[in-house]
């Protein structure tokens, strides 16, 4: 299984409301990160957990608040967003060899958007 | 801020051509890797060369790397429509846990 799968698909939310992008590897990754991407851009990173442990937070909003439950879940938390938050959320995973650049899977992403 | 920056932006073929686009970086790299991105959907990995590699062949992609200019070429030959995606370079940063940051990527248009 060489799948990273997320749900949901499209998301639509107001700007008081809670909600949660989910992510699932079932390919022994031990790394998982969340991306942002805008439309006609290049990915941005936001989080990276390396052995369910948060590695990186690329100076993201706390109003995005990522969970690492176990190894194959990731989730990201959604409270307060504002519309320019609406993007594409893209989930990938990675094997985490120390000491070598791994390839990253990609799940097929949310479409986030923010009334 | 971005690691690599790609050209052209976009690129519009005839199918059956050959497309050709090229990614610039700054900072020492172990390797680049190319990825495809069908529009709206996640990345998939195309290739990776690393730093001692000057060319790598898998099917109808061809990626070259020129180290001492800090620039890679992703090369699609026989193009078809369904090669009709944006293609991005990335670069992994190793000061900062071997995260890749991503080109700006070229979108391709292969017509039928």
């Known amino acids: 299984d060489t799948e990273v799968t997320q749900t949901p698909k499209h998301l639509v939310m107001g700007m008081t409301n809670k909600k949660s992008l989910k992510c699932e590897q079932h390919?022994?990754?031990?790394?998982m990160y969340w991306y942002k991407q805008k439309a006609k851009k290049p990915p941005e990173l936001m989080f990276v957990y390396s052995y369910e442990k948060l590695s990186i937070n690329e100076s993201v909003p706390s109003r995005f608040s990522p969970e690492c439950p176990n190894s194959s879940l990731l989730n990201l938390h959604l409270h307060a967003l504002q519309p320019e938050d609406s993007a594409l959320y893209l989930c990938?995973?990675?094997?985490?060899?120390?000491?070598?650049?791994?390839?990253?899977?990609f799940g097929p992403g949310t479409r986030l958007t923010v009334l | 801020s971005q690691q690599g920056e790609e050209d052209p932006q976009a690129l519009s073929i005839q199918e059956g051509e050959n497309a050709t686009m090229n990614c610039s970086y700054k900072t020492s790299i172990n390797n680049l890797q190319w990825y495809r991105q069908n529009s709206g959907r996640g990345l998939v990995h195309l290739i990776l060369?690393?730093?001692?590699?000057r060319e790598k062949h898998s099917g109808r992609l061809r990626v070259t790397l020129d180290t001492s200019k800090k620039s890679s070429s992703l090369l699609i030959t026989a193009s078809r429509a369904a090669d009709t995606a944006s293609y991005f370079c990335a670069t992994p940063i190793k000061a900062a846990g071997n995260k890749l940051t991503f080109g700006g990527g070229t979108r391709v248009l292969v017509k039928p």
């Open positions: 990938a995973s990675s094997q985490d060899v120390p000491g070598r650049t791994d390839t990253q899977y």
């Open positions: 060369i690393r730093s001692n590699e």
């Open positions: 390919m022994g990754h031990r790394a």
